[in-house]
């Protein structure tokens, strides 16, 4: 780690502490050369790998956007979909994988998905899962029946 002082390339920590969320470390150095301090977060990288081959960082945002969409016109305010992307952000960090696929992370989704909106929860998946006939919707619909029976 350099100095951003005086770009030393050696630091001492002097504090770690786990973030609230538990999702990264706030450390605390000290520089051996200039003796200022200053602060790291340390986090865990999280990638996924699409199906065009491209590797991008995981993003919240990307699931938001992507869940807005099934959710426009429903009672889901801004903050239930910034939790649904925790949600699935945390799942995802779950598995202990580093580089996920872009098909897990639309599996993750539809859980705490179908928790927040059921009718937002068949259109995301209808457009995730190919629904191709009214079959599709009639299986998802039943399934969604025996949840609420069982």
């Keep these: 780690m350099h100095c ?3 770009r030393h390339d050696g630091s001492r920590v002097v504090d770690s502490r786990t973030s609230e969320d538990g999702t990264s470390i706030r450390r605390r150095r000290e520089c051996p050369k200039c003796g200022r ?4 977060i340390e986090t865990a ?38 939790l649904l992307a925790h949600k699935v952000e945390e799942s995802i960090r779950a598995t202990g ?13 539809l859980g705490p998905l179908r ?3 059921e009718v937002a929860y068949l259109r995301f998946a209808s457009v995730y899962s190919d629904f191709s006939s009214l079959e599709d919707f009639e299986t998802a619909i039943a399934e969604l029946r025996a949840s609420h029976a069982g």
């Excluded at 301090?37 to 790291?40: A, E, G, I, K, L």
């Excluded at 995981?58 to 979909?81: E, H, I, M, N, Y």
């Excluded at 580093?98 to 993750?108: K, R």
Aim: charge should be neutral; include cysteine; glycine fraction near 8%.
């Design 37 to 40: 301090r200053f602060t790291t």
């Design 115 to 117: 928790d927040l909106d």
């Design 4 to 6: 951003p002082f005086c």
């Design 97 to 109: 994988q580093a580089l996920v696929e872009s098909h897990d992370v639309g599996l993750a989704i």
């Design 45 to 82: 990288s999280l990638s996924v790998h699409k199906r065009s081959g491209a590797v991008e960082p995981f993003s919240r945002d990307k699931v938001v956007t992507g869940v807005r969409r099934a959710c426009q016109g429903r009672p889901v305010s801004d903050g239930d979909l910034a």
